[in-house]
């Protein structure tokens, strides 16, 4: 590609929130040093986490298939297509528009064998840093600003005075607590959540969605009076206004932990079923977080996603997880 030449790109990663967040130095890279059109397609639930990026020239979204923006892609004319998701769908879509494309690396034979055999093979390499090994023929770099997001201003949110909730604004430090995951084997049993907050000292806010809103009333409840529960109160970029003002960030394997990075905010990051080896940790200095994960498991890593229940029944890479004085 003849860089001194204004090229339209497509990048593509269809979910979810940290997947697209881990893609956003891409996006940056690609627009600052190349000067090419950059478009982004993803599905429509995920849009809010690209919508304000100015690096982004145009935003295209599905809601189940390439199919229904097939025309309007064709128009386009794309001269490049850069593939961060690579699945059957994204497969579809480079049959369907014929387009030279660049293809990120998934290592899924070598995720395959760490969760089925715990046989190691996977490069000590950040997912960031392999999103970008995908545009290396492109002769851009890795400008080490880290991970971007963009919060519009009408999402702002001043966590002083949010529904009244915060009756004495001045406790400090303030701590953003994510309790939620896609997958229960990536959430601490609520418990221990409690205990957790019993610990911290200064301001607690509890973030997560609305399927979250009933497991954080308990853990505001029989917490303490210094943890506010915002769970389901708040959409992803009121949540991540108050990462941003936080002083530090607990959060499990999710995409509120990559958008905390993006603010580069002190992170406690927990690991369940899943290990920070398949390269998505808080990409942030390493002084910058600490990570919370049982070692030495037979079982773990049980799936380089998660379940909804422990296969083994015994949850021991949650249960057995120890939560000292450093953490608080």
């Known amino acids: 590609m003849d860089l ?14 940290g997947d697209i967040v881990l893609t956003t130095p891409v996006v940056r890279c690609l627009k600052l040093q190349t000067g090419a059109e950059i478009h982004f397609l ?12 100015p690096y982004i020239d145009k935003v295209w979204t599905i809601d189940k298939t390439v199919s229904e923006i097939k025309m309007a892609l ?31 690396d998934k290592l899924n034979f070598q995720k395959w064998l760490m969760v089925n055999f715990k046989i190691n093979r996977l490069p000590k390499k950040h997912i960031v840093d392999r999103n970008l090994e995908t545009v290396k023929s492109l002769g851009v770099t890795n400008d080490g600003k880290g991970l971007d997001y963009f919060i ?18 001045n406790l400090q430090p303030i701590t953003a607590f994510a309790i939620g995951a896609a997958h229960a084997t990536k959430r601490l049993p609520t418990e221990k959540i409690i205990d957790f907050c019993k610990k911290i000292n200064g301001r607690v806010i509890l973030l997560g969605g609305k399927e979250d809103a009933e497991n ?9 009076s210094h943890v ?10 009121q949540s991540a206004s108050v990462l941003q003002q936080a002083d530090k960030v607990i959060s499990h394997d999710t995409g509120l932990m990559h958008i905390a990075a993006a603010f580069q905010k002190e992170i406690i990051s927990i690991w369940g079923n899943t290990i920070p080896e398949f390269g998505m940790y808080p990409y942030v200095d390493e002084a910058k977080f600490k990570i919370l994960e049982v070692k030495g498991l037979g079982c773990r890593p049980c799936s380089k996603i998660g379940h909804g229940q422990c296969p083994k029944g015994h949850f021991d890479c949650m249960n ?9």
Do not use: W
Request: charge should be positive; aromatic fraction near 6%; glycine fraction near 4%.
């Open 228 to 237: 506010v529960n915002l769970c389901g109160k708040l959409n992803l970029n």
């Open 74 to 104: 064709k128009n386009e004319n794309f001269d490049l297509i850069i593939d961060l998701h690579k699945n059957l769908r994204t497969l579809h879509l480079r049959l369907m528009l014929n387009v030279k494309t660049l293809a990120f």
């Open 152 to 169: 519009p201003k009408k999402d702002n949110v001043d966590i002083t005075t949010f529904e009244g909730q915060f009756i004495t604004p």
């Open 42 to 53: 993803t599905k429509r639930n995920y849009q809010t986490v690209i919508q304000s990026n």
């Open 216 to 224: 954080g009333e308990k853990i505001a409840q029989e917490s303490g």
């Open 4 to 17: 001194h030449q204004k090229r339209k790109i497509l990048i593509v990663r269809f979910s979810s929130i």
């Open 320 to 328: 057995k997880l120890v939560i000292d004085a450093e953490c608080s």
